[in-house]
């Protein structure tokens, strides 16, 4: 069984927040000095990424920064610039979606929802559905916390669900806002998070029947020993991240025979794999699955492109890999990769 996506949407916040500007407000705001912040930044892989506040003037980054609280400010005032910023940026990219598969809104008969950055009830799916107009009667499922890896739990959600009956259209939309969870007195593991992630939504468009690529198959992967190596946790000052510095070493010495032993299951070996959209957690990551699984500097190439340009932003990012692969024409296979919290591997397979 499978599933043709039907259709690609991606979208960004309009604020462009450079390496150069990051480091100014973080050194403004912490006590991490600039030197310091200088040498992470030029290590994070990150040029540049778009966040939803903006990065000058009132209202902005800066004061969300120089709130009188310790970390900033709390949780609910955070989740309330959630609740603002997400709905739009998630229509903007089911909208796109929606136009590239031919489909019409009120076709649509289910609607999956990912998110690990934000929470409020009614929540995203509904102001989504509202927004479109999709029918009333809409299937709505939420996928929340699972981090990185989110869209792939949330694309195994709707393959389901398009794989039930030759007439569903079913919608995936991944939003994440990284930015409002910026800690102003971080630990090394809130520093790099400040440093990495950023702000996109991304969507596509499922059916069982249509011209595009496939999903024919999906696994997951509970690493042994490593539930304390990735975490992301609500705190009273926002959610806070956890990260292992011993992440790659654990990747590199895992993930070749779990990938192997997935391709095989569909007489495929790596060497038959079109092409890799691989989550760029950070080149630390990248560079242990480049060496871990073999491949050629190339291969990734356009995960580290993203990185540089839009930095982490989370669930988004493995689909708009998709969408670039798509776009571009990419021969198939290809294969997806993310990693989350646990430490926890998801692996998809389109053809």
Known sequence: MSAALLGFGAAWPPHELSAARCVELLASCTRVPERTLRALVRRSGVNTRRVVLPTEGEAGLRELLQSEAPRGPGTARRMQLFAQHAPPLAEAAAREALLEARVHAGAI??????????????????????????????????????????????????????????????????????????????????????????????????????????????????????????????????????????????????????????????????????????????????DAVEQALELPRRALAASRELLATRGNMSSPTVLMLLRGFAAADTPRPWVVLAFGPGLSAELALLT
């Open 109 to 286: 008969t289910h609607l999956v929802c990912v998110s690990c950055t934000g929470f409020v009830a009614p929540g995203l799916d509904h102001a989504l559905s509202t927004a479109l107009a999709l029918s009333p009667d809409v299937q709505r499922t939420q996928v929340g916390f699972m981090g990185c890896h989110g869209a792939l739990n949330g694309l195994r959600v709707a393959q389901a669900f398009a794989e039930q009956n030759a007439r569903h259209r079913v919608l995936l939309v991944a939003v994440e806002l990284c930015s409002l969870h910026v800690q102003t007195d971080p630990d090394n593991a809130q520093l790099v998070s400040n440093l990495l992630f950023g702000d996109g939504a991304a969507a596509v468009l499922l059916a069982s029947e249509g011209n595009g690529p496939r999903h024919v198959g999906g696994a997951s992967h509970l690493l042994p020993d490593s539930a304390e190596l990735m975490s992301w946790r609500i705190g009273d000052a926002g959610f806070e991240m956890g990260l292992s510095a011993e992440v790659p070493a654990v990747l590199r010495a895992t993930l070749r025979p779990w990938v192997d032993a997935q391709l095989a299951a569909h007489a495929l070996t790596r060497n038959d794999v079109g092409a890799w959209a691989v989550h760029p957690g950070g080149p630390r990551i990248l």
